[in-house]
């Protein structure tokens, strides 16, 4: 049985009008009429609507296992905003999305991040050597100057690339964790400025 038919089917098995069912979607009555007649198909977010409305999974209604979609059941989150997630990105279940509009940017941000790793390796190795140079070998240069130094380049680090890994991704969506990782940037950036200045 093919989409067309199946939407057609879980429709008439809960007794349910072309109209009642348009309704709850929030499309036309001719939308859902084209999608019954296979005129057309419903996109990834009205496919989300209908499986919620008749509590089955996508790939019931589009018998195929192959749509990359996978419903959510339970209290996952959207792994880009945090609010609350609808749909797997594949087979894995590991991120989860509440629309494609979603997994659409937090690809787009995952793309970004490869693409600036090196700089962020950079960033921590050079930060990091400064702090070790700093605290344990004696060098004729002020001591504040380059622990001082290397907190600052650490703290510019994490402000330009306020990378975490997937799994705190998973856990507070995207958003949240880039802003708690600049926000840590910033801290960093403070304390490295008292130490350069004051120390
Ligand atoms: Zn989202």
Same mark, same amino acid.
């Given at each position: $049985?093919n989409l067309?038919?199946k939407i057609k089917?879980l429709r008439k098995?809960r007794?349910?009008?072309?109209?009642?069912l348009?309704?709850l979607?929030? =499309?036309?009555?001719?939308?859902v009429?084209?999608?019954?007649s296979g +005129?057309?198909?419903?996109?990834?977010?009205?496919?989300?609507?209908?499986a /919620?409305?008749?509590?089955?999974?996508?790939?019931?209604?589009?018998?195929?296992?192959?749509t990359?979609i996978?419903?959510?059941?339970g209290?996952?989150i959207?792994?880009y905003?945090?609010?609350? +997630?609808? !749909?797997?990105?594949?087979?894995?279940? /590991?991120? +989860?999305?509440?629309?494609?509009k979603?997994?659409?940017?937090?690809?787009?941000a $995952?793309n970004?991040?490869?693409k600036?790793m090196?700089?962020?390796?950079?960033g921590i190795?050079?930060? =990091?050597?400064?702090? @070790?140079?700093? +605290?344990f070998?004696?060098?004729?240069v002020?001591?504040?100057? =380059? =622990?001082?130094?290397?907190?600052?380049?650490?703290g510019?680090?994490?402000i330009? !690339?306020?990378?975490?890994?997937?799994?705190?991704?998973k856990?507070y969506?995207?958003?949240k964790? /880039?802003?708690?990782?600049?926000?840590?940037?910033?801290?960093?950036?403070?304390?490295?400025?008292?130490i @350069?200045f004051?120390?």
């Amino acid at each position: $049985m093919n989409l067309n038919e199946k939407i057609k089917e879980l429709r008439k098995e809960r007794n349910m009008s072309q109209e009642e069912l348009a309704e709850l979607i929030d =499309v036309t009555r001719q939308a859902v009429t084209k999608w019954e007649s296979g +005129a057309s198909s419903p996109d990834t977010k009205h496919l989300i609507q209908i499986a /919620t409305i008749f509590n089955v999974p996508i790939e019931k209604i589009t018998g195929n296992k192959q749509t990359g979609i996978y419903t959510v059941k339970g209290n996952e989150i959207c792994s880009y905003c945090g609010k609350k +997630a609808e !749909f797997y990105k594949d087979e894995s279940l /590991t991120e +989860a999305y509440c629309s494609p509009k979603c997994q659409q940017l937090h690809t787009i941000a $995952m793309n970004k991040i490869k693409k600036n790793m090196k700089w962020f390796s950079i960033g921590i190795i050079i930060s =990091v050597l400064s702090l @070790l140079s700093g +605290a344990f070998l004696n060098f004729s240069v002020d001591k504040n100057l =380059v =622990v001082g130094g290397g907190i600052i380049l650490l703290g510019i680090t994490l402000i330009l !690339f306020p990378f975490c890994t997937p799994e705190s991704y998973k856990k507070y969506g995207y958003i949240k964790t /880039t802003r708690i990782g600049r926000i840590l940037g910033f801290i960093t950036e403070m304390f490295g400025l008292i130490i @350069l200045f004051l120390g």
